[in-house]
């Protein structure tokens, strides 16, 4: 298969996703980059690199339906808000929520169900030094998430000091990550540096149901 017979996404609302044919793996693959989150029913890989953000892979294990998504939470030092920090931290984390809840949501809503959703994470590494806990708040944050909605954790590799590069096949639960040494540093950087700016004076929208 070509870049020209790449077809459509399986789920509906995922056009604006670049996919390409990965010849490593002989699949289409779906990268995201930071606030994207893609969900599948095909064979397909889903792929990113990740900072200071967290992805979190999730799918129904029994039809093998699933997705990947890329977050981070706003920061709540530099957020323009007019209330006491517990209320920075609470919008915050709805933030989260809104990144956790949309994938979990467009899953369930397209066949999978909760009780069968199983879980892996990545991210949260320290690679700006001048957000020194924003990888932490968001480790902290996707695991307290985890635990209170009673999702079912199989794996996790979170912290440290390096960008890493995931690869996600939903349709097995399979997934490959590899920290990243030596390169490409400044560039993940500069890119959740943006990505924090475009985030932190956008409104959050109201709290998504769960099916």
């Known amino acids: 298969m070509d870049q020209s ?3 459509k ?10 996919r390409y ?3 490593d793996h ?3 693959a779906a990268k995201i980059l930071p606030g994207e989150y893609y969900v599948t029913a095909e064979n ?13 892979c999730v799918r129904d294990k ?12 706003p920061d709540t030092n530099k957020m323009k808000m007019q209330q006491g920090s517990n209320a920075l931290i609470g919008n915050a984390n709805r933030y989260g929520n809104f990144a956790m809840e949309h994938l979990i949501n467009t899953i369930l809503s397209n066949g999978g169900k909760r009780k069968n959703l199983e879980v892996k994470v990545f991210g949260g590494g320290k690679i ?3 957000l020194s806990d924003v990888g932490e708040r968001n480790i902290e944050f996707v695991m307290e998430y985890i635990d209170q909605e009673g999702l079912l954790l199989l794996s996790k590799d979170l912290g440290d000091i390096y960008p890493r590069k995931v690869i996600y096949f939903p349709q097995t639960g399979k997934v490959g990550m590899k920290k990243i040494q030596d390169l490409h540093h400044d560039a993940i950087a500069q890119r ?11 409104p959050i929208e109201g709290d998504v149901e769960l099916f």
């Open 5 to 7: 017979q790449i077809t």
């Open 9 to 18: 996404p399986s789920i509906r609302g995922f056009e604006h996703v670049a």
């Open 21 to 23: 044919m990965d010849h």
């Open 26 to 28: 002989g699949i289409v």
């Open 44 to 56: 397909e890989m889903i792929t990113t690199v990740l900072g200071s953000c967290i992805s979190a």
């Open 62 to 73: 029994e039809i093998g339906l699933g997705g990947m998504n890329h977050f981070m939470l």
């Open 128 to 130: 700006i030094p001048t």
């Open 192 to 202: 959740e540096r943006q990505y924090l700016t475009n985030i932190k004076d956008l």
